[in-house]
């Protein structure tokens, strides 16, 4: 019997791989979590195409539809979904206060696994072809481009290494950058001058993707910025690697965060500063940024709490 009078012992906030996943173990712990799905149901892999990387679907899943698969499998276990988003957390616990806009719940445990969103140049044509084509993740989506011709927008590191992984599959990929000088470090801009797979358009923004949901990207018209000349410029595939941005606004101030605002837990846990709170996902990791690795931390943050609930003497 619980020891606890709070609504929730296990609440999860995010309802990607790291929040489903999380939502999975509380439940088969007999915790029953409460997951708030959030702005953005399901997490990045409902605006992905098809998925080759995750273990388990030996000729790769659809992102939504591998995302429908995890909810199925929460709601199995007894998982209770409010499709709402969380405004504000009142830090001063465990319990901890959770409010949406017309509701509060106190729960034991929280789990954030809000993610990270990938920043965009902001087109309508961008947002309209997200997983037809354009993409923010050269790992996760690569492999579609062999043999073909693509395009990395940035000029940091991380485009720096979107671009290099990408020369593994594709026959060409052009770096484009809005001004002459890089933010990425030294290193990594030898390493990518040096590949002969790699161009470059600099001083140049990209102000249109053409394409279609069905047949995918062909071109982008592009703009330079020192001669206002346009330009219709072919590609087969679009990368945005102008960097990722945690979706912790919510906790600012409240829990340790790095430059970036992704979450700090202790190391080698999912701890967070305050006891009951633990970070799973995209919203802790700005390396590896995978739907098996944001799984696992949700696996993890699960077995925390369950393990801290027992500690404290509170059990389902």
């Not at 073909?148 to 940091?156: Q, R, S, T």
């Not at 809005?178 to 002969?196: D, G, L, V, Y």
């Not at 923004?205 to 069905?214: A, I, K, L, Q, Y």
């Amino acid at each position: 019997m619980s020891l606890s009078t709070a609504d929730r012992l296990v609440t999860i906030l995010g309802s990607g791989p790291a929040g489903l996943t999380a939502a999975i173990y509380a439940a088969r712990a007999n915790l029953k979590p409460l997951v708030f799905e959030g702005p953005q149901p399901g997490g990045q892999l409902t605006i992905t195409t098809e998925v080759e990387n995750f273990p388990g679907f030996e000729h790769g899943i659809m992102g939504p539809d591998l995302m429908d698969v995890m909810h199925k499998q929460c709601e199995r276990f007894g998982v209770d979904f409010e499709y709402d988003e969380v405004v504000e957390v009142d830090f001063n616990g465990p319990p901890f206060i959770v409010k949406t806009r017309g509701k509060s719940w106190t729960t034991e445990a929280l789990i954030i696994a809000t993610g990270a969103s990938a920043r965009l140049i902001g087109l309508p044509s961008e947002k309209e072809l997200m997983g037809y084509g354009v993409s923010a993740c050269a790992t996760c989506d690569g492999f579609f481009y062999r043999g073909k011709e693509v395009a990395v927008v940035g000029g940091g590191d991380t485009a720096m290494e979107e671009a290099t992984y990408l020369t593994k599959h594709a026959s060409k990929v052009t770096i484009i950058h809005r001004r002459e000088q890089f933010r990425a470090s030294k290193a990594m801009i030898q390493r990518a001058q040096e590949n002969p797979k790699i161009e470059w358009k600099l001083n140049t923004t990209v102000d249109e993707v053409f394409g279609t949901r069905e047949k995918g990207v062909h071109a982008l018209k592009l703009r330079n910025l020192q001669t206002g000349v346009l330009e219709e410029f072919k590609v087969d595939g679009l990368f945005i690697a102008i960097g990722h941005e945690p979706n912790t606004k919510l906790f600012a101030g409240k829990l340790p965060m790095d430059e970036s605002g992704y979450l700090l837990p202790t190391p080698g846990s999912t701890k967070l500063q305050i006891p009951g709170m633990y970070a799973a996902g995209d919203v802790a990791d700005h390396t590896y940024r995978q739907a098996i690795s944001a799984a696992g931390t949700g696996c993890m943050a699960a077995i925390d709490a369950e393990r801290d609930l027992a500690a404290r003497g509170i059990e389902a």
